[in-house]
């Protein structure tokens, strides 16, 4: 059994990683989906050995930090036979499968998605050879959901397509960008078994690049993307599709994973619940799992968001499941500061933080509540360096750690983003804004948005509509 001592950098469940707040352990929760049981199971985990509180990541696992010791082993056997926890500790390590949270119920979906998912997972439970992949090694599978997650970040993406001209569902393969390869369902994982063995041969080839174990990038680079499929194809018992279908306009829900909707099983509707920063309490996650069994089909989805949601709520029973989430002190708004807040680790899990982003984020958001009401929900990004691992484009407001001197200190500032138009984090607005200068700064772009914005316009659309120094002029400190 590997000690406290020995751990390496990338977190799984059986190998927690350091940070500077603790061992910090990860589940991996295929298409971020849980049952009663294993949610209690994990509560009991939660309480058991750490400090009360869980959080859900950007690709819908689940992270418990400040360990404080080791898992035992009969724990880890009950994990697994509950199927929260991979079955070969090698590829424990591996990162989420990422599926839509609406994945099954969405009303405008093409595909359930959810057989793959399982299909892809049994795939790399039973291919240990795989764990010497990237643990950031990701892969997506898009079934046409209004709560979409075609345009979050995925080495491989599958995103559904109906066939122009008739009923038939195809899925398109993105590797970064569209290769235009259409693959039938039934050929999925053979494809996708293909793109990893053949990822496999190229990190054999080259075991590490930069210190570390090359991502599929390094190989698009060397290879391309043509000559990676054509490699592949000679593995497989059939052609890649090479016909080209019409790319369909699908709607994308903003924030569609939080509030109420109706599902396409028109009895039931489900309920995205905010957690600010993913965080959740033990007791809550016990008590909302009660709750789904009580009232729904006990089913919980974690959302890439960082969010939740309840699904499979009879109709009738929607507005009496809204009270208890809110007894528990949670809610399903999508138009509150906290609901759409966003922040990496920061210095206290990351040593490349230059500042506390959880911190900042929850007491800034906290700060600004008393002050905002909106009536469209505003996305805030903080990030501790410019890696920027929690958001992967440009959103309405993007805040990237820095430190700088301040009569004689050090002190943590941030530099404030807005908008879409630039990656990675969109156009600066202010540099070097001290944290305490923080929340009077992101009070007034809210309430210059608020006042000068065009109906259905978000705040990074409305940044976006201005000339640079017109829009650091309108949201100046000396205009307010
Ligand atoms: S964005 Fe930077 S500070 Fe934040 S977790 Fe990633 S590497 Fe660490």
């Known amino acids: 059994m590997l000690l406290l001592s020995d751990l390496p950098t990338c977190p799984g469940l059986f190998y927690g990683s350091r940070s500077r707040d603790g061992v910090l352990s990860r589940m991996r929760i295929p298409g971020g989906i849980l049952n009663v049981q294993q949610c209690r199971t994990i509560a009991n985990l939660v309480d058991r050995y750490s400090t009360g509180y869980l959080q859900v990541t950007n690709r819908a696992n689940l992270q418990i930090r400040e360990l404080h010791s080791e898992i035992a082993p009969e724990v880890w056997q009950d994990l697994q036979e509950l199927g929260l926890a991979s079955r070969r500790v090698e590829v424990d390590p591996i990162r989420n499968m990422m599926a839509s949270p609406t994945a099954g119920i969405d009303r405008q979906q093409l595909l359930d998605t959810r057989p793959l998912v399982s299909a892809w997972d049994n795939y790399l439970q039973t291919h240990p050879e795989l764990s010497e992949l990237s643990a950031k090694f990701s892969i997506g599978f898009d079934g046409g959901e209004a709560v979409s997650i075609r345009n979050l970040r995925n080495d491989i993406l599958l995103a559904a397509e109906r066939r122009s001209g008739n009923s038939e569902i195809v899925f398109r393969l993105y590797l970064k960008g569209d290769t235009g390869i259409i693959i039938e369902q039934s050929q999925c994982i053979a494809v996708l078994a293909a793109l990893t063995g053949a990822y496999l041969e190229y990190t054999k080839k080259r075991p590490r690049i930069d210190g570390k174990k090359p991502r599929l990038r390094h190989?698009?680079?060397?290879?391309?993307?043509?000559?990676?499929?054509?490699?592949?194809?000679?593995?497989?018992?059939?052609?890649?599709?090479?016909?080209?279908?019409?790319?369909?306009?699908?709607?994308?829900?903003?924030?569609?994973?939080?509030?109420?909707?109706?599902?396409?099983?028109?009895?039931?509707?489900?309920?995205?619940?905010?957690?600010?920063l993913g965080k959740l309490e033990s007791k809550q996650l016990r008590k909302l799992a009660n709750l789904a069994q009580k009232i729904a089909s006990g089913t919980l989805r974690l959302t890439p968001w960082q969010n939740l949601v309840i699904s499979d709520i009879p109709n009738s029973e929607v507005s009496e499941v809204k009270q208890q989430i809110a007894d528990?002190?949670?809610?399903?708004?999508?138009?509150?500061?906290?609901?759409?807040?966003?922040?990496?680790?920061?210095?206290?899990?990351?040593?490349?933080?230059?500042?506390?982003?959880?911190?900042?984020?929850?007491?800034?958001?906290?700060?600004?509540?008393?002050?905002?009401?909106?009536?469209?929900?505003?996305?805030?990004?903080?990030?501790?360096?410019?890696?920027?691992?929690?958001?992967?484009?440009?959103?309405?407001?993007?805040?990237?750690?820095?430190?700088?001197?301040?009569?004689?200190?050090?002190?943590?500032?941030?530099?404030?983003?807005?908008?879409?138009?630039?990656?990675?984090?969109?156009?600066?607005?202010?540099?070097?804004?001290?944290?305490?200068?923080?929340?009077?700064?992101?009070?007034?772009?809210?309430?210059?948005?608020?006042?000068?914005?065009?109906?259905?316009?978000?705040?990074?659309?409305?940044?976006?509509?201005?000339?640079?120094?017109?829009?650091?002029?309108?949201?100046?400190?000396?205009?307010?």
């Open 219 to 276: 190989l698009l680079a060397d290879w391309g993307a043509e000559s990676y499929l054509e490699k592949i194809e000679k593995n497989l018992p059939f052609a890649l599709g090479r016909r080209s279908i019409e790319l369909s306009e699908r709607a994308i829900a903003p924030n569609g994973n939080l509030g109420i909707h109706r599902q396409r099983q028109s009895d039931f509707s489900y309920i995205g619940i905010a957690l600010p």
């Open 328 to 480: 528990l002190g949670l809610h399903s708004s999508a138009t509150r500061l906290d609901s759409c807040l966003v922040a990496c680790a920061g210095n206290s899990g990351c040593a490349s933080a230059a500042t506390d982003t959880q911190t900042h984020a929850l007491e800034i958001v906290r700060d600004l509540a008393q002050k905002l009401t909106l009536d469209r929900s505003i996305n805030i990004h903080f990030s501790g360096c410019e890696k920027s691992c929690a958001q992967h484009q440009p959103i309405d407001i993007t805040l990237v750690g820095i430190q700088i001197q301040q009569k004689g200190e050090t002190i943590a500032a941030y530099n404030i983003y807005a908008g879409r138009k630039d990656l990675p984090f969109g156009r600066q607005i202010f540099p070097a804004v001290s944290v305490a200068e923080m929340p009077r700064a992101i009070e007034r772009m809210v309430r210059v948005y608020q006042r000068f914005r065009e109906p259905q316009e978000s705040l990074g659309e409305f940044c976006d509509r201005w000339a640079i120094d017109k829009l650091q002029k309108l949201l100046s400190p000396d205009n307010h």
